[in-house]
């Protein structure tokens, strides 16, 4: 599995769809899967984080009211995609409404997994992170 990184801006069209970077359409592979975990950004895995982060929700137990609610939701918001032969994938307008996501969009790579952010609610995340702290100051406690 790939280390993601990068930011790239694009336009959802008006069909939903959404040009995945070429660069990252390599290093997410085929397929991936795109789901809601919050309701800032969608996130997207390449098929091996999203079988790790499956198995660790599976270890959940359902006497856990609260936890297998978001478990619930985090499954029943997941689309597995294909990207069509321009590297375009539909994202539905249930994901898209949950996270505010109506045209231009940012995505970005995290690591061992993508996030797909409204553009004004990127630059709002951007902007609060840049008036409280630097890109580091949390990082120590984790050896960083």
């Keep these: ?10 336009n959802v069209d008006e069909k939903g769809r959404l040009a995945v970077p070429s660069k990252m359409r390599v290093e997410l592979g085929e397929p991936f899967y795109i789901t809601s975990v919050n309701n800032k950004c969608l996130s997207v895995y390449p098929q091996q984080a ?23 939701m985090i499954f029943s918001n997941a689309v597995k995609c294909e990207p069509d032969k321009q590297g375009r994938v539909l994202l539905p307008q249930i994901l898209r409404d ?26 709002g995340y951007v902007d609060e992170g840049d008036k409280t702290t630097d890109a580091m100051a949390n990082l120590g406690s984790y050896g960083i």
Aim: avoid cysteine.
């Design 98 to 123: 949950k996270v505010g996501i109506d045209k231009e969009v940012v995505t970005i790579g995290v690591s061992y997994r993508a996030e797909i952010w409204a553009k004004d609610k990127w630059h």
């Design 50 to 72: 999203w079988q790790e982060f499956s198995e660790k929700l599976n270890q959940i137990p359902q006497s856990d009211a609260n936890a297998q609610r978001s478990v619930r």
């Design 1 to 10: 599995m790939g280390t993601l990184s990068g930011l790239y801006l694009h």
